[in-house]
Nanobody, 119 residues
Framework: QVQLVESGGGLVQAGGSLRLSCALS????????MGWYRQAPGKQRELVAD???????YYADSVKGRFTISRDNAKNTMYLQMNNLKPDDTAVYYC?????????????WGQGTQVTVSS
């Protein structure tokens, strides 16, 4: 089964920056739209940003102008540069394929990476 490995989280003060990485096993990475999701305590998981295989990006309104999603197909890796972090950005961040996440029966996630923003 395809493996998703997220990394780069940590504890940062408000206004700080972090860069998350997502490594996807397998040779088909370049063909997929990939997305970053996050889940805060007591809240549903939400899509933060995604990027098509052609590099077209989408951002949730809450992160627009602060976060930048990118990908390196040669490395099977996706990134999320997070700037001007806010306490509301505190969550576990996951990567996945939006096309699969949209399926009701789909429930495969990596371990995620914790981002904690202190005020």
């Amino acid at each position: 089964q395809v493996q998703l490995v997220e990394s780069g989280g940590g504890l940062v003060q408000a206004g700080g920056s972090l860069r998350l990485s997502c490594a996807l096993s397998g040779s088909m990475f370049r063909m997929y739209t990939m997305g970053w999701y996050r889940q805060a305590p007591g809240k549903q998981r939400e899509l933060v940003a995604d990027i098509t295989r052609g590099g077209i990006t989408y951002y949730a309104d809450s992160v627009k102008g602060r976060f930048t999603i990118s990908r390196d197909n040669a490395k099977n890796t996706m990134y999320l540069q997070m700037n001007n972090l806010k306490p509301d950005d505190t969550a576990v961040y996951y990567c996945n394929r939006p096309q699969l996440v949209a399926r009701p029966e789909y429930d495969y996630w990596g371990q995620g990476t914790q981002v904690t923003v202190s005020s």
